[in-house]
């Protein structure tokens, strides 16, 4: 898996050239390139931050669409020798703007939050979302760290940050900056 997030690899240069560089940036250290990797192994991509990449350019949807196609083609070309998967990730109003570029396979997802509140309408008909989700998350996260959680400590569990560690990605950000203490969560 490599994680990407978008405001830091440029979207209009080729995809696999732009992730060498930003893992080289990063100053992660791997046995063989990711050229070699796109190429001969199972890969899942995430590129997160798709808010930033829309305004980063002047016509987010038009420059998206293309972006899309060519990340759609680079992806088509290699899994001919092995499988690999992008998941682009943001915020659901921005995700809503440009949701026709998506109306092709591979098919769009929403990944619901783990909290969802009163007024929210989704097809739930086991009744899964009623819970906080975010409680589960976290035992299973202390567990699989050996953090030992018996779910969202006590310093997070607020209002002002309950659209942050409800949505998945951004609570998994939340978890690595409050595990690694580098961010006060006071």
Partial sequence: MLYVPLHLIDATKDLTEELERFV?????????????????????IIFDGLDEL???VKQPQRQQ????????RTV???????????????????????????????????????LVRDGEE?????KLLKDDLRQQW?????????RGYKGLP??????????????PLL?????LSFTRDKTRFH
């Fill in 54 to 56: 829309a305004s980063q």
């Fill in 138 to 146: 976290w035992k299973n996260y202390g567990d699989l760290t050996g």
């Fill in 122 to 126: 989704y097809y739930d008909p086991g």
């Fill in 24 to 44: 080289k940036d990063e100053g992660c250290s791997a046995s063989e390139s990711v050229r070699l990797r796109i190429s001969r192994t199972n890969l899942l």
């Fill in 65 to 72: 669409g293309l972006l899309f196609e060519r990340w759609n």
């Fill in 76 to 114: 088509e070309k290699r899994n001919f020798k092995s499988e690999l998967r992008v998941l682009i990730s943001g915020r659901e109003l921005v995700v809503q703007d440009i949701e026709s570029e998506f109306r092709r396979p591979p098919p769009n997802l929403t990944l619901l939050p783990y």
């Fill in 171 to 175: 609570n998994y950000l939340v978890a």
């Fill in 154 to 167: 006590s310093e997070l569990d607020r209002g002002d940050l309950d659209e942050i560690t409800a949505q």
